[in-house]
């Protein structure tokens, strides 16, 4: 039991870190370059999101009338280390409830309904988050009655209130976090773990075309400011920084997504691909035990190939639905390649001579 709180403690400590304005903005950047008015009279849920921590909140009240919404919605979860460490910010604000004089810590609702013109003087800061909604009678701040779990059913009815999920959620809780999206049918933009995406529930979703990904590169991870003192990959200007290895997912449209990859023959490949595994050499292996050929590196996929052909997971950064179908994920029984298609119970790699790589089934398209 002590190491199960042990365990659910580090867990939780890995979830603390925050995602930068800079990167929200490239991203939602995307979403509006397809759509100008993707967000337009939507109600926009952040469901993970302290507001004094959270850049979602900041983008989305900074940008509130440039991109129409009609409601931002935010909640913030009462076990996260940070939650209400700003909240001298309100001084004796009436509507906390206390405790011993200070005020208690809750997990909170925030609806913005209004954003009055910021003048665009100076940064926009806490103090500005504060004023909007201390202000403001359209908005509303008030404690939730739980934690701010965002199963609980609090929670859960502001996600049914809700069009559009933005949001950096729990990378621990990611197969609950996604089921629930589909589950209430939500459009989303989220952050998860890239080995997310072998996961047995969330693997088929984005085989079927229900989410993909992002605009932002996989390549080099994100960056996020971290809490975790003792975790920490780099400090940029007296901030704590860590990489994880991972991507945004959506089911929003955006334009990278219908661009096609550049490639080049088979034949042309093994003369002059980039890569050296290729080029001069003996590629693209059959498989043992499946009928796919083998192919290390997404810009190698062999335009003129007709058949199966296993390539790395990070194609999906590239993954293009009208210039490719998905078919499965290799399946490993531990000792090698056993052939088939996965079958969503066993992990999901492919033995391929002696190395042992994570494979991805595609099909170029009918043409
Ligand atoms: C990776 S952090 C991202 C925070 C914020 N969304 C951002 O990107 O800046 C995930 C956040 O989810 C919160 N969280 C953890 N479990 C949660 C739960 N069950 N329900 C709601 N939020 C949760 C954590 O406290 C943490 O602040």
Known sequence: MANKNLTNAKKAKNDEFYTQYSDIQKEIAA?????????????????????????????????????????????????????????????????????????????????????????????????????????????????LEKEGDFKSPECVKLLEQSDIVVTNPPFSLTHEYVKQLFDYNKKFVIIINKSAVTYKEIFPLIRDNKMWSGKTGWSGGLWFVTMDVDDVDKVIGGVNMKNTASAWFTNLDHGRRHQPIPLMTMKENLKYSKHKEIKGKKAYDKYVNYEAIEVPFTDAIPSDYDGTMGVPISFLDKYNPEQFE??????????????????????????????????????????
């Open 31 to 143: 979403y509006l370059e397809y759509n100008p008015d993707v967000f337009r009279n939507k109600v926009v849920y952040c469901n993970c999101d302290d507001p004094f921590e959270s850049n979602f909140f900041r983008y989305f009240v900074l940008n509130f009338n440039k991109l129409g919404l009609k409601q931002l919605i935010t909640t913030s979860y009462k076990p996260s280390p940070v939650a209400n460490t700003q909240l001298g910010l309100f001084g004796d604000d009436k509507t906390l409830s206390k405790s011993k004089g200070r005020p208690k810590v809750t997990a909170n609702k925030f609806i913005i309904n209004e954003v009055r013109d910021i003048d665009g003087e100076g940064e926009f800061n806490l103090k500005d988050v504060a004023m909007q909604l201390k202000t403001n009678k359209h908005n509303e701040w008030t404690p």
């Open 326 to 367: 998905i078919i499965g994920m290799a399946e490993d029984n531990g000792k090698g390649f056993s052939g088939g298609i996965w079958d969503g119970k066993n992990p999901h790699c492919v033995i391929n001579g002696e190395n042992k790589f994570k494979r991805i089934f595609i099909r170029h398209k009918k043409r």
